[in-house]
């Protein structure tokens, strides 16, 4: 607690030079409230019945002195708790799961100044987006409320046994190395072979006149076999996950696999290796598998020249990216030094679109969950799995304020999202 002193009116004495002086014949202060709520979060537990997650906890709450939040509805509030349940990513605010408050009625009001209570609560899946609890590590933000602070308390708890790690075999291993091989021949192929950091085998590529690959080799091991290339070394790099090391047994040419799809597509603008200007465009592409044999994809990309900060409404220019996910990986990308320059003052990317590709696009779920708040929408344009455009805005003037919408990956455009909205990718397949 603190006080401000606040002066009274100066006393004017006609002697130079006190004839302007301030006088405290008596003390005026303003008390200033620095007071914040305390309190703790013990005996945290969760079981689950069939949907229903049951969650346990103890909480401790202590006015301190402070001044309590109360609600509009005259409600004090003393906690609120929010979950991110395993396996989602996603920012702030986390889904709120419970909130516990006390009636104060009419004023005058009556504060509570402590608050001990062991509270069990039961809720469905769908609060959080899903469709069950999985098993796994769940977290937990729980906020002790003031009117001026929040105490945040962070805590953990587990849903099913803790999974045994099963032990990793034993894998070939190297000193890897990054590099990158460029054709210098525009008319002739040339081919570059390595060994693989993942299991020790050799690699052989064709380079195509003009292009260049990168890759992650065994350091030394990479050669020219025939044509013309040039080798740089650009670094250290990390393996993927080791494959099983192949039987003696001739193995068939790896082949396209049905069943995989293309989860998100996307493009972007990015300085080059070691640059600072975002001037070229990137593309990348996720598959919902690895993929056995090389795939290619091509985006069609609509953007504003030569700024950062484009008005999307005016005419776009169209710059078309091929990219490859390589075998035995589940994602592409078409960066630097081989993505395309598009201007050195930057450029404002509006579209991505599809074009074609060695697999479909995929289709998943998104959760839209429009704000109550007068005036605050969301908006969005999405393209459905049957390949229809649609539209769809919702707030605080519609009936429901949350929806499930089944989308084309990377068709999702936000328009507008309002503070308390929500726009979330499940990752649950649908069609």
């Known amino acids: 607690m603190s006080k401000r002193y606040i002066p009274q009116t100066p006393n004017n004495d006609f002697v130079y030079p006190n004839n302007d002086r301030f006088e405290y014949d008596e003390e005026i202060v303003h008390e200033i409230n620095n007071n914040v709520v305390s309190g703790s979060i013990t005996n945290l537990a969760l079981s689950r019945s069939g949907s229903l997650l049951r969650l346990q906890y103890t909480i401790v709450y202590d006015r301190n002195g402070s ?17 991110l349940a395993p396996n989602q990513d996603y920012f702030k605010p986390w889904r709120m799961i419970d909130s516990r408050a006390q009636y104060l009625g009419p004023a005058p009001y009556t504060y509570t100044d402590n608050y001990s209570q062991s509270i069990s609560v039961n809720r469905d899946a769908s609060w959080v987006g899903l469709s069950e609890w999985p098993e796994g590590e769940y977290v937990f933000e ?5 009117l001026k602070q929040n105490l945040i308390i962070c805590d953990t708890a587990q849903l099913g046994a803790i999974p045994t790690p099963t032990p990793t075999p034993t894998a070939f291993s190297c000193t890897c190395q990054s590099y990158t091989a460029t054709n210098d021949s525009l008319e002739a192929s040339a081919e570059v072979e390595w060994t693989s950091c993942e299991d020790g085998l050799t690699i052989s590529n064709i380079i195509a006149p003009g292009t260049g690959i990168g890759f992650c080799a065994c350091i030394g091991s990479v050669s020219v076999r025939s044509g013309s290339a040039t080798i740089e070394d650009i670094g250290s790099c990390t393996p993927s996950t080791p494959t099983p090391t192949p039987t003696s047994t001739p193995t068939p040419t790896p082949t396209l696999q049905p069943g995989i799809c293309v989860t998100n597509y996307a493009a972007s603008m990015v300085p080059c290796i070691g640059g600072t200007l975002d001037e070229y465009m ?23 020249d030569g700024t950062p900060s484009g008005n999307c409404g005016n005419p776009l220019v169209y710059e078309t990216l091929t990219v490859t996910v390589e075998a035995g990986q589940s994602s592409g990308l078409l960066t630097c030094p081989y993505a395309p320059f598009i201007n050195s003052n930057g450029a404002t990317i509006c579209t991505v679109d599809f074009v074609t590709g060695d697999y479909p696009i995929c289709c998943t779920y998104y959760f839209l969950q429009g704000s109550t708040m007068s005036g605050e929408l969301v908006d969005v344009d999405y393209v459905d799995c049957a390949g229809n455009p649609q539209s769809l805005t919702i707030g605080w003037n519609s009936t429901p304020h949350t929806y499930y919408v089944c989308v084309q990956a990377g068709s999702m455009v936000i328009n507008e999202l309002a503070p308390d909205g929500e726009v979330t990718n499940t990752g649950t397949p649908c069609n």
């Open 67 to 83: 001044e309590p939040f109360v609600s509009v509805n005259d409600f004090q509030q003393f906690v609120s708790v929010h979950v």
């Open 142 to 146: 729980f906020r002790i409320q003031g």
């Open 282 to 304: 990137e593309g990348s592409i996720e598959l919902s598998a690895v993929t056995p044999a090389a795939a290619t994809f091509e985006l069609l990309v609509g953007y504003i």
